[in-house]
């Protein structure tokens, strides 16, 4: 029988491991050099291992096995699987991001009244949008027009029930184009704020306006 070398190893245990999985797979092996009772100086360990000519292919894709990518090898019990850091590390398991759900979309906006439905149902551009047209109606309540509270609440109301309908669509794959929210979005602040705007009272200048 002629043996040809495998593979070297300086680690006893590494070599250890394979002869093990080539055994476990009918593969005869053959151990020469220091195997680890003998410290060669200047060196440390030097393990040869061999294996006959004829099976070195069949060697070679049981080293080739042990080393997959995707799996853990025990020369005792087997392959074992990866867990999910190590599958994700690598590249083995790229997990897809959960698709929005509508109720968690609705609670979002009432929990974030700022857009918060829509950024979770990754709507993002609807979302800033909102964000924007809410600070800006309170901010301008503050400054003498009470009014504007009513467009606050209204475009609160349309990210609560719009978020549930953009999750549904992102959940389907079909979200919108980011030029679509925001014109979506522009649409709700503009009737929001003109809706408010018409409910308050006339300025005083305005009121003179419209005297006869």
């Known amino acids: 029988m002629i043996w040809v070398q495998l593979r070297a190893f300086s680690e006893p245990m590494e070599a250890e491991v394979l002869r093990q999985f080539l055994e476990d797979h009918d593969v005869p092996v053959r151990v020469r050099g220091n195997n680890g009772r003998t410290p060669v100086f200047a060196i440390g360990y030097d393990v040869r291992l061999d294996v006959p000519e004829d099976r070195l292919e069949d060697a070679l894709g049981v080293l080739e096995a042990l080393h997959a990518a995707g799996h853990h090898v025990d020369p005792y019990r087997g392959p074992q699987p990866l867990t999910l850091?190590?599958?994700?590390?690598?590249?083995?398991?790229?997990?897809?991001?959960?698709?929005?759900?509508?109720?968690?979309?609705?609670?979002?906006s009432l929990l974030v009244p700022l857009g918060g439905g829509h950024l979770y149902a990754r709507h993002g551009a609807?979302?800033?949008?909102?964000?924007?047209?809410?600070?800006?109606?309170?901010?301008?309540?503050?400054?003498?027009?009470?009014?504007?509270?009513?467009a606050a609440a209204a475009l609160v109301g349309f990210d609560a029930v719009g978020s549930v309908?953009?999750?549904?669509?992102?959940?389907?794959?079909?979200?919108?184009?980011?030029?679509?929210?925001?014109?979506?979005?522009?649409?709700?602040?503009?009737c929001a704020y003109?809706?408010?705007?018409?409910?308050?009272?006339?300025?005083?200048?305005?009121?003179?306006?419209?005297?006869?």
């Not at 850091?85 to 398991?93: F, L």
């Not at 949008?129 to 504007?148: C, H, K, S």
């Not at 003109?194 to 006869?212: I, K, Q």
């Open 126 to 150: 609807t979302a800033v949008l909102l964000l924007a047209g809410i600070v800006g109606a309170v901010l301008t309540a503050m400054q003498g027009r009470p009014e504007m509270m009513f």
């Open 85 to 108: 850091p190590e599958a994700v590390r690598e590249g083995q398991s790229e997990l897809p991001p959960e698709a929005p759900r509508s109720w968690v979309a609705f609670a979002a």
């Open 194 to 212: 003109g809706g408010a705007l018409g409910m308050g009272p006339a300025r005083p200048a305005e009121a003179a306006a419209a005297r006869p």
């Open 165 to 190: 309908f953009a999750a549904r669509r992102t959940a389907a794959g079909l979200p919108w184009s980011v030029m679509k929210q925001r014109l979506v979005a522009l649409l709700a602040i503009g």
